[in-house]
C-alpha cells in the first residue's frame, strides 16, 4: 500500500491544500511551525479517525473555522481508492469509493483494508520522530515478537490480548513462591485451619454460655443500629437544610424585592431633563468666567489659588470650619484602631499558623464531646499504666524462667546418677533377653528393658521440682502475654475513638496530648475575631465620617484634591487666618467674589432643579437616567435567578426551611439531633465492645473456632483449592495453546528482522556497530571490536538509530505481509553530521521497496534523489 495524494480540507494550519506523493521516497521540507506534524497527524487521523474532543491536542481542527477533514487518495493491491474523512461522531464521517471500479464501498470496509495494521501498530512502527524513537531504552524481545504476531495473523491482537489476560489469571490464581495469589493463600488456610481443628476439643461448658451472652447481645446490638441508622437518616437530612439556610436567605430576599417603577421615563421628560442640564453647563461657564476674573483680581492682590477658590464658594466652606475639631479626633481614633486592628490580626494568624494546619481551624469541643475525651484520656492512661505493670512483671518471670534452666552443676545431682542407673539397667535385660531361648521370652524380655529405660529418663526426670518450677513459669509467662494482648486491644480501641473525635473536629493534626491548649487557643482566636469584626464597625464610622468631610472638601476646594488630611486640616486652618486678616477690606475682590457667590446660587438652584427631577424618579445621576432600560433588565435577571434559587431548593425544602424563624433555631435543632445521635453512637461503641471482649473470650476457649465449624470450613475450603487448581490449569493451558499458535502463524520473520536491522544499524553507524541480539528483555548490540553493549550504555542518538534501524527492518521484512508507508517526522535531530547523511542514504534506498514520507527542516536534504515537497511554496 502507498499514498498517491493528500487533500486538506481544514486540518491545523492547512486550508484547502494538496500534496501529491510518489510510491518512494518523499521528502517534505519546511522550517518549525510549517506544520511538519500536522501534516503526519492528517495521515493518522484521516486513515484510523480522530481523536476525541476529550484530546483537543492531538485533534488539530482548523485555525480559520474552515471545513474539519481531508480525504487521502492511496493503492493497494493495483486498485486505487479514495477514503474522505470529515468532522462526526466516532472518530469522524467516513466515504470510502474503489475509484478504480467507480464503486462507493461502506466505510466498514477501510479497517479490513488496512489490516492487520491498527492505529496503535501503525503509530508505534510507522511513524516516527524524535520522541517514539527514544523508546529503545525500554523495547524488549517479547514487543517486537508481539508486532510479528499482530501482522502475522489477522485478528492476533484479541487472541495476545486474551492470552496476557490468561496469564494474569493464572498467576493471581498460583505462584509456586508466591503469597497473595488465591490458591496460595489457601494453601495456608488449609494449614492453619488443620492444626486449629486438633486443637479444637475442649471448654464446651463455659463456650455454650458465652455463646448465648454473645447472641443477646448481638440482638440488642441490631437493634440500637437500627435506631442510630434512623437518627443519622433525621441528622443528615437536618443537615442540609442548614448547608441549604444561606440559599434560602438569598431567596426570600430576591422575593421580597420590590419591582422598579416605570413612570416618569418618557421622552418628554429626557427633553426636560436635557433642558435642566443645558442651563446647568451655561451657569457653568458663568460660573468659570466669573473665577477667572476673580483669579486676575486677586494676582493683583496677591491672594493664594486656595483662598481663591475659598472666596468662590465660601458658603459650601464656612460650616466646615466647625467640623474640624471632630474630624480631627475621627483622624487620631482611626489611627488607634488600626494598630489595635494589627495586634488582633497578628495574634489571630499566629494562632492559625499553628493550629490551622489544613488551612482551617479546628472546632471547639462540645460540654459531651469535652467530657468525653476527658473519659477516653483517662481510660488510655490507666490502660497504658496496667500494660507497663504487665510488661515489667513478664520481664521478671522470664528472668526467673532464665535462672531455674539447669546448669552443668545441676546436671550432676543424685537424681540424674539415679535416672542413668535406670537406663543401665533397661539396656542390661533388653540384651539378655536375646539370650534367652524361644522368642515370646525375648520379646518380653526386650518390653521389659525398653519399659525401664523410659521410666528412668522420662518419669523419674518429670518428677523432679525443677521441672515443675519450669512449667509454672511457662504457664505464667502466657498468661501475662495473653493478658498484654488484650490490654493492647483496648489501648488500640481507645485510640481509635480519640482519632474519630480530633478528625471530626479538625484535630486530627494535632498529638491529643495538645488538645486542651488547642481549645483554649481556638477559644481565644473566636474573641479575637470577634474584636477584629467589632474594630472594623468602628473603623468603618470613623473611616466614613473623614471620607464625609473629604469629600465636601474636595467639591467645594479642588485645590486639595489627593492631599492628605493632615495637609488639609493645616491648609484649612490658614483659610480661616487669611480670611479674618481680610475681612475689613472693600475692594472690587469683594465685589467680583459676590458675583461669583450669586453665580454659583444660581447654579446651584438649576443643580438642584435637577436632582429633584432625577429624586422624583428615584434617580440620582443623568447616567442612571439612561441606564434604567438596563436596570429593568437587571430586575429581569434577579426574577430568572430567585426562579433558579426556588428550583434548586424544591418545594419541599423551602417547607421545611419556612418552620424556622432565624438560622440560629435550625443550628440549635441540628446540634440536638448530633448530640442523639452521639448518644446512640456510644451506647452502641460499648455494646460493640463488650462484644469484641466475649469474642476474645470464645476464642480463647474454642482455639479460633468449634470443633464442628472448623471441619465445615476445612471442607469448604478443600472444595473452593479443589475449583481453583481446576481454573488454574485451564487457563495456563489455554494461554499456552494461544502463544503455540500464534508463533507458529508469525514464522520465521523474527530472525529476518534482526539479520536486516543489523544490516541498516551498520550503515547508519559507519559500521562501528555490526551485530543486534535481541534478549529477553532488552536488545543489545556488538561493536566491531566484539565487544556487546545493552541499550542503556549507548548515547542518545545512538541509541535512536538503532530503534531506526528496527523499525525500518520490520517495515521492510513486514512489507511482503502488510505495505503500510513510514512517515518519519524530524526523527534525525539527534544524529551527528555524518550519521544523518548516512540516514538520508539508507531511507533512499529503502525508498525503493517502501513508499517513505520523510519530513524535515534540514534544507541540506535537497541532495536525496525523491518527491521533494516545499511547506512554504
Sequence with gaps: MYLNQLMIY?????????FDLTTGLNVVVGPNEAGKSTLTQFITAVLFGFPTKKHPELRYEPLDGSRFGGEITF???????????????????????????????????????????????????????EPRLGTVFSASKQELIDRLRHVGAIGSDFWLNQAQTLGKQADELYKPQGRNPILNQQLQEHQELTAKLAKAKAAYGTYWDFL?????????????QQKLDQQRQITAQLERQAASWPT???????????????TGFTRKDATELERLTSRTTAMAASLKADQNKLQRLQQGAKVTPLFTQYLAATTQVDPLFEQLTTVKAANE??????????????????????????????????LATHQQVKRLQKKLMAANQKRRQLQQELNRLNEDYRQAQPTRRQHSNPLADKQLGWLAAGLVILIGAMFLPGTIFKLIGALCGVAIGYYGVFIVDGETPASRQLQDLTESIRDIQAQLREGGQQEDALTNQLEAVGDSYGLGQIPVEQWSAAQTAIGEWEHLTQQLQQTAEQLTAQTQTISDFQIAIDQALPELQHQPLTNVLQQLAGLQVMRQALGSQQTELTTVADDLQRTQHTLRQTQQAEETFLRTRNLTTVDDFYRYYQQIREQDNQLAQQQALASQLGVTMRTALQQYATQAELIGVVQQAQHQQQALQGQLDTLTTSLATLAGQLDQLTASGTQAVLQQKLANLEARMTATAQTWLANNLTRQWIAATLAAASGDRLPQIVTQASEFYGKLTENRYTEIELTPNTLRVRLATGEWREVSQLSRGTAEQLDLAVKLAFAVIMNQRVGMPLVIDDGLVNFDEHRRQAAYALLAEIGKTVQVIFLTADVTVNAIAGNLIRLTD
Excluded at 249 to 256: E, K
Excluded at 345 to 355: F, K, P, W
Aim: hydrophobic share 30%; glycine share 6%.
Design 10 to 18: 481544514g486540518f491545523g494550519k492547512f486550508h484547502d491544500r494538496t
Design 212 to 224: 448465648r451472652q454473645q447472641e443477646t447481645q448481638r440482638q440488642q446490638q441490631g437493634v440500637l
Design 248 to 262: 434560602f436567605v438569598q431567596w426570600q430576599q430576591l422575593a421580597q424585592r420590590q419591582p422598579l417603577t416605570t
Design 333 to 366: 481614633t482611626c489611627n488607634q484602631l488600626r494598630a489595635n486592628q494589627r495586634d488582633y490580626q497578628q495574634r489571630a494568624t499566629a494562632i492559625e499558623q499553628q493550629y490551622a494546619s489544613t488551612g482551617q481551624m479546628p472546632r471547639p469541643f462540645s
Design 75 to 129: 493503492t493497494q493491491k493495483q486498485t486505487r481508492y479514495l477514503v474522505t474523512r470529515t468532522d462526526g461522531p466516532h472518530g469522524g464521517t467516513v466515504t470510502l469509493r474503489d475509484l478504480t471500479n467507480a464503486l462507493t464501498l461502506p466505510s466498514a470496509s477501510l479497517p479490513h483494508l488496512l489490516e492487520p495494521v491498527d492505529e496503535a501498530l501503525f503509530t508505534s512502527t510507522y511513524v516516527m520522530n
